[in-house]
């Protein structure tokens, strides 16, 4: 239902002029919704890629931790791997897409294999060496992963945020202005015709009185 306004002629142009306001604004809106979904499903296609690389290597990766721990004992494997080999080095930045801050997350430690291994290779067994640089190398694309997965999760939000400013201009600030619009300008159109009835009685009286003053 439309808000009752002051019908009139300055109501009504302060009126038109939000209502254009807010259809170019709409239109706006809805242009950087359709692009960021575009950017969305971008992200999410390069997610979905990286993720299956991920898993499938991260499965990889177990299964011959679980062969080195078979073949060592565990607690052998846990010693061994006791102390870290290296810090994981990266830089963190931020780079914007469609008004939105996204993270960037970039892997600058050693490329070096020799220094991914914490331990000697006296003691153990080939798998838990293929394990531990596998695992190492693979730091790199769980990290391009968390920065995809971020990145998804703040465009969805922004979509979603802009879904609900689009929906509010075109299903109530828009209808309601137009009706407002409508009501007004029928107020004003009616006192029009109130004015002219009147104005047409007033000439009437006029030309009968100064008939009868003849």
């Known amino acids: 239902m439309a808000v009752r306004v002051n019908p009139t002629r300055m109501e009504l142009t302060r009126l038109k002029k939000r209502l254009v306001t807010a259809v170019r604004g709409h239109k706006l809106l809805k242009d950087k919704r359709d692009e960021m979904v575009r950017q969305f499903m971008i992200h999410i296609r390069k ?38 080999a290296r810090a994981a080095v990266y830089e963190i930045g931020e780079h914007n897409v469609m008004s939105v801050d996204v993270p960037t997350i970039r892997y600058t430690g050693q490329e070096n294999k020799a220094t991914n291994i914490p331990y000697a290779f006296t ?32 465009l969805a939000d922004e979509i979603e945020k802009t ?52």
Request: charged letters at 30%.
């Open 123 to 154: 003691f153990t067994s080939s798998s838990l060496d293929n394990a531990v640089v596998e695992l190492s190398d693979l730091l790199p694309k769980l990290l391009e992963l968390a920065e995809c997965e971020k990145t998804c999760n703040l």
């Open 47 to 84: 997610n979905h890629t990286l993720r299956l690389e991920v898993e499938k290597a991260v499965s990889t990766v177990s299964s011959k931790f679980s062969i080195a721990k078979a073949q060592m004992g565990a607690l052998r494997v846990s010693e061994a791997l006791l102390y870290p």
């Open 163 to 214: 879904r609900r400013r689009v929906n509010a201009l075109e299903y109530v600030m828009i209808p309601e202005m137009q009706e407002n619009i409508k009501f007004i300008t029928m107020k004003l159109e009616e006192n029009d015709r109130a004015s002219t009835v009147r104005l047409m009685k007033a000439k009437d009286m006029i030309a009968k009185a100064a008939n009868k003053a003849n």
